[in-house]
């Protein structure tokens, strides 16, 4: 039996839905000899492939991706990105450690820029900032301290009571809103066909392509149904499914989330979105749900967190509908047209893993949520890592490492005891 080291979902991707059509690249088949060999073509496998050949021009280099491009996680987020690192929970006690990883994510945020604008990529990127949301006591407390931070960094920011954020989102639902300026929306599953499709020529790119084995004898070898491909050096860009080629099966946790994007409303009825023409919204908790308008006739949620498995469609619809109708029960009457799930991987921590992992091997794996901006760097940063370029210890301490995780079944047990918590903390904000 082939060996699933892939997620399979229940349903396609409403963002890739929303686009035209794409012809995706072959499958590779046969035999093949790289220096580089990349399993993942989301964001850090993408950045990857395009450092390494910046750094190592003459060099054979390959990326395997599962399934198609826009159809995988990368493709599945809500679209949010920004160029300072506030975490939730963030407070006066963790702001050099989020003004260090700012820095960082400048960086990342620079570089996609410019890859976007060079290569004409077309994924709806708009600086139109976000709000954390509250709406509960608790949500406003964790506002209050996230403003603290910005306002010691000088971040342009506003601080909107219940009627400012209704008239700008269409929702009474929040007694507050901390907004970032210098946050960017954009169409994920459009961003990252349009990182692959503009590959350098020099760079293979298969799809439908998973990689079921690898091994190492005097090289990496890698087996896949059609075809075997045998590197110099291997990376590892499959977030939480790097636990299914056998690493990391102690730092990982597979998470599932869940989003919906309504039916085009009526013209009617678009008062009801606000008065901005782009906003996003993210919860104040990090088991709240996430809100977004797309374009003129569209809103999207995203909420609902599942442990290493898909939970029921059935279920998962239900949960999504309830979630919108409370923050606009003035559109009960519209339906969500697009509905599904995607993947994250979890730390114990909130660290990432990165780094080298045995010689040839490397890995950037646990984005914790926040894939766009912080995969892309750490995918450019891994490349330099492995190819002897620059120093990253400023990076490693900044960003800490991945932890221990208990193994099965305390993990499970662990995960249901924090989530039940979790999710009585979060009350509204869900």
Not at 53 to 77: F, Q, T, W, Y
Not at 350 to 371: F, Q, T, V
Not at 407 to 425: A, D, H, L, Q
Request: hydrophobic share 35%; glycine share 10%.
């Amino acid at each position: 039996m082939t060996r699933l080291t892939y997620p399979q979902y229940n349903d396609v991707n409403g963002w890739n839905e929303m686009l035209p059509r794409r012809t995706p690249r072959p499958t590779l088949t046969g035999r093949h000899k790289v220096k580089h060999a990349i399993i993942g073509a989301g964001y850090t496998g993408l950045a990857i492939a395009r450092r390494l050949l910046e750094l190592d021009p003459k060099a054979e280099i390959m990326v395997l991706e599962a399934s198609e491009i826009g159809e995988g996680s990368s493709g599945r987020n809500s679209g949010f990105t920004g160029a300072y690192a506030l975490p939730r929970g963030v407070s006066m006690e963790k702001a050099k450690e989020a003004e260090a990883m700012s820095r960082y994510t400048l960086e990342g945020m620079d570089w996609l820029k410019q890859l976007i604008a060079e290569n004409n990529i077309d994924c709806q990127l708009t600086q139109s900032g976000s709000f954390r949301g509250a709406a509960t006591d608790r949500g406003e407390a964790n506002l209050r301290d996230a403003l603290a931070v910005v306002e010691k960094f000088n971040i342009k920011h506003a601080f909107l009571n219940r009627e400012e954020m209704h008239e700008r989102t269409g929702t009474a639902y929040y007694r507050y809103g901390l907004f970032i300026e210098d946050n960017y929306l954009l169409q994920p599953a459009a961003l990252i066909r349009g990182l692959a499709d503009s590959l350098p020529a020099q760079i293979g790119l298969f799809e439908n392509s998973p990689v079921t084995r690898i091994n190492k004898t005097d090289r990496w070898h890698l087996e896949l149904e059609g075809g075997q491909v045998e590197a110099d050096n291997l990376f590892l860009a499959t977030n939480a499914f790097i636990k299914r080629f056998g690493y990391l099966q102690d730092r990982l946790v597979t998470i599932y989330t869940y989003a919906a994007i309504t039916e085009s409303i009526p013209e009617t009825d678009r008062r009801y979105l606000g008065s901005s023409p782009a906003w996003g919204i993210v919860p104040s908790h990090r088991l709240g749900t996430t809100c977004r308008r797309i374009g003129k006739d569209r809103l999207m949620v995203r909420s609902l967190y599942s442990y290493e498995h898909e939970m029921e469609p059935e279920k998962v619809r239900a949960a999504l509908r309830s979630c919108f109708y409370r923050r606009w029960p003035q559109l009960s009457h519209i339906n969500l047209q697009y509905i599904w799930g995607g993947t994250t991987a979890l730390t114990m921590n909130g660290s990432p893993y990165w780094g080298k992992l045995e010689d040839g091997l490397y890995a950037s794996a646990g984005c914790n949520g926040g894939g766009i901006n912080k995969g892309t760097l750490l995918g450019k940063k891994l490349a330099e890592l492995a190819l002897g370029h620059g120093d990253h210890t400023h990076l490693r301490q900044t960003y800490g490492q991945a932890n221990w995780v208990a193994p099965e079944p305390f993990r499970t047990i662990g995960f249901n005891v924090i989530s039940t918590m979790e999710k009585k903390k979060a009350d509204l904000e869900m």
